[in-house]
């Protein structure tokens, strides 16, 4: 009989050395996952780590700025009633220290204006003489003398007609003679070509017949070229000879007939004149004061346009640069840039953020490479316009479009002579608050 080995192994069972290993294992993670859990309830939470970190106090702000002079860079040009004039002589240099009052630069339409200020003051004398004598009374040398003086007038407007309508009829005749004498050299050039022409015609049908040589037939198509071209030169010269004689008459017709206004209108004031001094009257008194007083004011007019032909610098400072120099029409830029440079400023940009942070009176630190060591600085005030950044960091992952108030720093002495020669220099403000 075979044995019943199913029923023996269920009465004597031995585990496996693979099933102790497994035992094993499972046993130490179970103690592993009580001891970590045990750490783990041991340590604080993170609400209690966060509630234990401190966050630090915010004591400077940080931003970007420019150096300026007071005032900032103002550019000097000329009044606008000298727009379109040149710069006679420049007066100053780059870097040069410049007073209040001091002349920059002088145009070219000073010596017309003085003339016209010397006119005026004339003017002013004529007028004064003239209210003398309407004072004092008329006299008979008066009378003759005015009388003579219409006399003169008249005689020279006669004369002075007499010699323009001289000179109009003398250039007449002379573009009448220049225009005939150009007439026929024309009509003798365009004989000269017509006579090539038919040279030329004959000499190209030897010339293709093979009776003549390509030199030959070449000379008498040049000679047609050259006639031909002196015909349109002459005919140029025609054209020109007409349309300048045309306008020098023109011109000449036009000075006559203002010698003959102006020499009407002489004679009319004389006229006026005669008839004012014949009979004193208060009334003549009266206007002969108003033409004094209406020459002092021209006179005062004058003075005024003759010291708008010097450039006057309206503060003290140092010539940044120079747009205008000597002989140059006045630039759209203006003469000269200008900044009182004894007074330095930092202009910083804000972020509108941290613009509530920042008051007048607070100390500034401000570098750049470009400046040996710190400047040192106050808020003096902060602008009231939040507009778009200016000044952009040269790190390309910075905000570039930021909105930013601008606040100006005053510099101390010193620092303002260490920032003289740096207007518009980038710097990088530190504000403490």
Same mark, same amino acid.
């Given at each position: 009989?075979?044995?019943d080995s199913t029923?023996?192994?269920s009465?004597?069972?031995?585990?496996?050395?693979r099933?102790?290993?497994?035992?094993?294992?499972?046993t130490?993670?179970?103690?592993?996952?009580?001891?970590?859990?045990?750490?783990?309830?041991?340590?604080?939470?993170?609400?209690?780590?966060?509630?234990?970190?401190?966050?630090?106090?915010?004591?400077?702000? &940080?931003?970007?700025?420019?150096?300026?002079?007071?005032?900032?860079?103002?550019k000097?040009?000329?009044?606008?009633?000298?727009?379109?004039? #040149?710069?006679?002589?420049?007066?100053?240099?780059?870097?040069?220290?410049?007073?209040?009052?001091?002349?920059?630069?002088?145009?070219?339409?000073?010596?017309r204006?003085?003339?016209a200020?010397?006119?005026?003051?004339?003017?002013?004398?004529?007028a004064?003489?003239?209210?003398?004598?309407?004072?004092?009374?008329?006299?008979?040398?008066?009378?003759?003398?005015?009388?003579?003086?219409?006399?003169?007038?008249?005689?020279?407007?006669?004369?002075?007609? #007499?010699?323009?309508?001289?000179?109009? &009829?003398?250039?007449e005749?002379?573009?009448?003679?220049?225009?005939?004498?150009?007439?026929?050299?024309i009509?003798?050039?365009?004989?000269?070509?017509?006579?090539?022409?038919?040279?030329?015609? #004959?000499?190209?049908q030897l010339?293709?017949e093979?009776?003549?040589?390509?030199?030959?037939f070449?000379?008498?198509?040049?000679?047609?070229d050259?006639? &031909?071209?002196?015909?349109?030169?002459? #005919?140029?010269?025609?054209?020109?000879?007409?349309?300048?004689?045309?306008?020098?008459?023109?011109?000449?017709?036009?000075?006559?007939?203002r010698?003959?206004?102006?020499?009407?209108?002489?004679?009319?004031?004389?006229?006026?004149?005669?008839?004012?001094?014949a009979?004193?009257?208060?009334?003549?008194?009266?206007?002969?004061?108003?033409?004094?007083?209406?020459?002092?004011?021209?006179?005062?007019?004058?003075?005024?346009?003759?010291?708008?032909?010097?450039?006057?610098?309206?503060q003290?400072?140092?010539?940044?640069?120079?747009?205008?120099?000597?002989?140059e029409?006045?630039?759209?830029?203006?003469?000269?840039?200008?900044?009182?440079?004894?007074?330095?400023?930092?202009v910083?940009?804000?972020?509108q953020?941290?613009?509530?942070?920042v008051?007048?009176q607070?100390?500034?630190?401000?570098?750049?490479?470009?400046l040996?060591?710190?400047?040192?600085?106050?808020?003096?005030?902060?602008?009231?316009?939040?507009?778009?950044?200016?000044?952009?960091?040269?790190?390309?992952?910075?905000n570039?479009?930021?909105?930013?108030?601008?606040?100006?720093?005053?510099?101390?002495?010193?620092?303002?002579?260490?920032?003289?020669?740096?207007?518009?220099?980038?710097?990088k403000?530190?504000?403490?608050?």
């Amino acid at each position: 009989m075979v044995p019943d080995s199913t029923a023996k192994g269920s009465a004597f069972f031995k585990p496996s050395s693979r099933q102790l290993i497994l035992l094993a294992v499972a046993t130490s993670l179970a103690i592993a996952g009580t001891k970590a859990y045990k750490f783990w309830q041991s340590q604080p939470s993170e609400t209690t780590l966060t509630s234990q970190v401190s966050i630090p106090q915010i004591k400077t702000v &940080t931003a970007l700025g420019r150096l300026e002079p007071k005032g900032k860079a103002i550019k000097l040009s000329a009044p606008a009633s000298s727009q379109g004039s #040149r710069v006679e002589r420049l007066l100053v240099k780059e870097g040069d220290q410049v007073k209040a009052g001091q002349a920059i630069a002088i145009l070219d339409n000073r010596d017309r204006l003085q003339a016209a200020l010397q006119e005026a003051e004339e003017a002013v004398k004529v007028a004064q003489i003239n209210l003398a004598k309407v004072q004092e009374g008329a006299k008979v040398g008066e009378i003759e003398a005015q009388k003579a003086e219409m006399a003169r007038i008249q005689a020279q407007t006669l004369g002075d007609e #007499r010699q323009q309508r001289e000179t109009v &009829t003398r250039l007449e005749v002379q573009w009448q003679g220049e225009k005939t004498a150009q007439q026929a050299t024309i009509k003798k050039l365009e004989a000269e070509l017509k006579n090539a022409q038919v040279e030329f015609q #004959r000499y190209q049908q030897l010339y293709s017949e093979g009776a003549i040589s390509q030199s030959l037939f070449d000379d008498k198509r040049l000679n047609v070229d050259t006639i &031909t071209q002196q015909l349109s030169e002459a #005919r140029a010269i025609l054209n020109r000879i007409d349309g300048t004689g045309r306008q020098q008459i023109t011109e000449a017709k036009t000075v006559l007939a203002r010698i003959q206004a102006t020499g009407s209108q002489q004679a009319n004031v004389a006229a006026a004149t005669l008839d004012r001094i014949a009979e004193v009257r208060p009334v003549d008194v009266a206007g002969a004061k108003a033409e004094v007083r209406r020459a002092i004011a021209a006179a005062k007019q004058a003075k005024a346009n003759l010291a708008q032909a010097y450039v006057i610098s309206p503060q003290d400072g140092v010539i940044f640069d120079i747009y205008t120099r000597s002989g140059e029409m006045v630039s759209s830029d203006g003469i000269v840039e200008i900044g009182q440079t004894k007074q330095m400023y930092a202009v910083v940009e804000i972020y509108q953020s941290d613009v509530s942070k920042v008051q007048p009176q607070q100390r500034v630190r401000i570098s750049s490479n470009s400046l040996p060591g710190e400047l040192l600085g106050t808020v003096d005030w902060v602008g009231w316009k939040v507009q778009q950044q200016n000044i952009i960091n040269s790190d390309p992952t910075e905000n570039i479009d930021s909105r930013v108030v601008e606040a100006h720093v005053q510099l101390d002495d010193i620092s303002s002579q260490k920032a003289a020669k740096f207007t518009n220099l980038q710097v990088k403000a530190v504000i403490e608050l």
